[in-house]
C-alpha cells in the first residue's frame, strides 16, 4: 500500500497512530454461521488513523450475540501484522470472540515491522509451515511475492467465502487483489476508495468550489488562479493511482506487463506537464515531518488519497481542523470515473496451521461481520469492503475535522466504482524497480516511455525465465 513517490505510506501511519481499543466496545459482534466442515483441499485438524477517542456506547450495538460454548480443547492461535491500529483491533476482536464465541479460545497478536514480517512469513512458508503463524496480515504491494514457485502457503478461501454468500458482500475490486488463478487467499481490510481532500477555505475563499469539478481539466483552471510562488495547488499524485482511474494498472487481469502501456506513458507525462506546463504542482518534500510542515504552512492544498489519508491530516496538521474538505476525483474525461484505489491489507490463513477452522470462524467474526467493519471503522477510519456494513450509522456522522461532512457518505458513493488492482507474481519486484526510477523521470533524467519500457521489459524476462 505504499505509494511511489510519497514517503508517508499508510503502514506507516498505522504503525504509528494509537487508538483505545478495549474487548467491551466489541461484545456484541456476532457474524453468520460458521461452516461445518472446511473447504476441500483444507485440513480441519491438525497438521493493524483516525480519531478514535473513546468506545461507542452499547447502546450502539446492534446484533444480537449467538450461545456461547463451553465445551472443546483450548485453541491458541498466533496471528502477525505489520499495522499498530490492526493489532489492537485484532485483540478487541479475540476478547470479544472468547466472551461471545469460544471461552477457551486465545490469541496472540504479534506486530511486526513491515519489512521483517513478510520477510520472516516467507522464510517460515518456503521452510514448510515451521514456525509460521496461524493467520497474517499481508499488504497488497508484497502480496504477488508469495505467489512465486507455486503454492504460497496459505488457504485457498474461495469455498468458504462463495458458500457463505460473502463474496457477494465483498467489493469485488479489492478481493482480485488476494485471488489468482482462481483462488482466494485473503480478505481485505479495507474499500480504499480515493477522494480529493481540499482545503476548503483556500479553495472556497478564491471562488472555486471542488465539488463542482468535473474533470481535471477543470481542476487545472481553478488552480492556477491559487498556485502562486511557493504554494501549490498539489503534490504530484501517485501515477499508479491515476492509472487506475484510466482504467489501466501495471498488469492486466491475467497478469501481463502493461507498465508501458500508452495510457501508463500518458499518466506519467501528465503529472510531469502539473509541474511543467501548467505550473500548479511539484514533487512533494522528500520526508515526513517536511511534507506536514508544508501541509500545516498552506504550501500544498489538495491532495488524491485513499480513506485512510484521512486520518493523516488529523494525526500530522491538527491545527487545520475544520478547513478541509473531501470531494469526488475529478475525472479524466467528462462522465468518467470519479474514483480510484491505492493501498490495501489482506487477512490470509496459513495452510500448515493446526486450527484452521477456527482460524475461518474468527475470521467471520472480526472481517466478516457488520460489527467488526464498523468498529475497525471507528478506530481506524478504514471504510469497510464489506457491504453490509458500509449503510451503518455510525459509519455516517460529522466529522469536525472536515468541516462536520460525512466522510462515510462519499466513501460508500465510490464504493461500486472502486477499479480494481490487478494482482501479479511480479508486482513487488516492479514496485521496487519503479520506486528507484521514479526520480530520475521527476528530475528529466528518463523519459517516461524509456523508463516505464525498460522495467517492463526486465520483469518480462523474468516472467520469461521463470515460466
Known amino acids: 500500500m505504499e505509494s511511489l513517490n510519497k514517503k508517508v505510506s499508510r503502514r506507516k501511519f498505522l504503525s504509528l497512530a494509537g487508538l483505545a481499543a478495549a474487548a467491551g466496545v466489541l461484545a456484541a459482534c456476532a457474524p453468520q454461521a460458521s461452516p461445518t466442515s472446511a473447504p476441500a483441499e483444507q485440513p480441519t485438524t491438525a497438521p493493524a488513523q483516525g480519531e478514535a477517542t473513546s468506545a461507542p456506547a452499547a447502546a450502539d450495538v446492534t446484533e444480537t450475540p449467538a450461545p456461547v460454548s463451553n465445551s472443546g480443547a483450548p485453541v491458541k492461535l498466533e496471528l502477525w501484522t505489520f499495522v499498530n491500529t490492526h493489532a489492537r483491533w485484532f485483540r478487541a476482536m479475540g476478547e470479544a470472540y472468547k466472551a461471545q464465541k469460544n471461552p477457551n479460545f486465545e490469541i496472540n497478536v504479534t506486530e511486526i515491522a513491515y519489512s521483517d514480517m513478510h520477510d520472516k512469513l516467507k522464510v517460515a512458508l518456503q521452510a514448510g509451515g515451521v514456525g509460521a503463524p496461524d493467520l497474517a496480515d499481508i499488504e497488497q504491494g508484497a502480496f504477488g511475492g508469495f505467489l512465486r514457485g507455486g503454492d504460497p502457503g496459505l488457504v485457498d478461501l474461495s469455498e468458504w467465502l462463495n458458500g457463505g454468500g460473502y463474496m457477494d458482500q465483498l467489493v469485488a475490486a479489492r478481493e482480485a487483489l488476494y485471488s489468482y488463478k482462481g483462488k482466494v487467499y485473503g480478505i481485505e481490510h479495507a474499500l480504499c476508495p480515493v477522494v480529493l481532500y481540499y482545503r476548503a477555505?483556500?479553495?472556497?475563499?478564491?471562488?472555486?468550489?471542488?465539488?463542482?469539478?468535473?474533470?481535471?481539466?477543470?481542476?487545472?483552471?481553478?488552480?492556477?488562479?491559487?498556485?502562486?510562488?511557493?504554494?501549490?495547488?498539489?503534490?504530484?499524485?501517485?501515477?499508479?493511482?491515476?492509472?487506475?482511474?484510466?482504467?489501466?494498472?501495471?498488469?492486466?487481469?491475467?497478469?501481463?506487463?502493461?507498465?508501458?502501456?500508452?495510457?501508463?506513458?500518458?499518466?506519467?507525462?501528465w503529472i510531469l506537464d502539473l509541474r511543467d506546463q501548467y505550473k500548479i504542482a511539484d514533487q512533494a518534500p522528500s520526508t515526513d515531518a517536511a511534507w506536514y510542515g508544508a501541509v500545516n504552512d498552506g504550501k500544498y492544498v489538495s491532495?488524491?488519497?485513499?480513506?485512510?489519508?484521512?486520518?493523516?491530516?488529523?494525526?500530522?496538521?491538527?491545527?487545520?481542523?475544520?478547513?478541509?474538505?473531501?470531494?469526488?476525483?475529478?475525472?479524466?474525461?467528462?462522465?468518467?470515473?470519479?474514483?480510484?484505489?491505492?493501498?490495501?491489507?489482506?487477512?490470509?490463513?496459513?495452510?500448515?496451521?493446526?486450527?484452521?477452522?477456527?482460524?475461518?470462524?474468527?475470521?467471520?467474526?472480526s472481517m466478516l461481520s457488520v460489527e467488526g467493519n464498523v468498529q475497525r471503522f471507528l478506530l481506524t477510519n478504514l471504510f469497510p469492503p464489506f457491504k453490509p456494513a458500509m449503510d451503518d450509522k455510525r459509519l455516517h456522522t460529522p466529522d469536525e475535522y472536515y468541516s462536520g461532512q460525512d466522510l462515510g457518505a462519499l466513501f460508500a458513493k465510490c464504493a461500486p466504482d472502486v477499479p480494481p488492482e490487478y494482482q501479479s507474481p511480479y508486482r513487488a519486484e516492479m514496485n521496487t524497480q519503479l520506486s528507484t526510477a521514479m526520480q530520475d523521470i521527476y528530475d528529466g533524467k528518463q523519459k517516461p516511455a524509456d523508463a516505464l519500457k525498460k522495467i517492463a521489459d526486465n520483469i518480462r524476462k523474468v516472467m520469461q525465465e521463470e515460466a
Open 201 to 269: 477555505d483556500i479553495w472556497e475563499g478564491a471562488g472555486a468550489d471542488p465539488t463542482k469539478f468535473e474533470t481535471w481539466d477543470d481542476f487545472i483552471t481553478a488552480a492556477s488562479t491559487i498556485a502562486k510562488g511557493d504554494v501549490k495547488a498539489l503534490a504530484f499524485p501517485e501515477h499508479e493511482l491515476l492509472l487506475r482511474q484510466r482504467g489501466s494498472d501495471y498488469f492486466d487481469k491475467d497478469g501481463n506487463v502493461t507498465l508501458d502501456s500508452q495510457d501508463s506513458i500518458d499518466t506519467m507525462q
Open 303 to 365: 491532495k488524491p488519497g485513499a480513506d485512510w489519508y484521512a486520518g493523516f491530516f488529523k494525526d500530522n496538521v491538527p491545527d487545520l481542523k475544520g478547513k478541509w474538505k473531501a470531494a469526488l476525483l475529478p475525472a479524466v474525461t467528462k462522465g468518467g470515473l470519479r474514483t480510484s484505489c491505492l493501498g490495501g491489507t489482506g487477512n490470509c490463513i496459513i495452510k500448515t496451521g493446526k486450527n484452521v477452522e477456527e482460524c475461518w470462524k474468527f475470521q467471520q467474526f
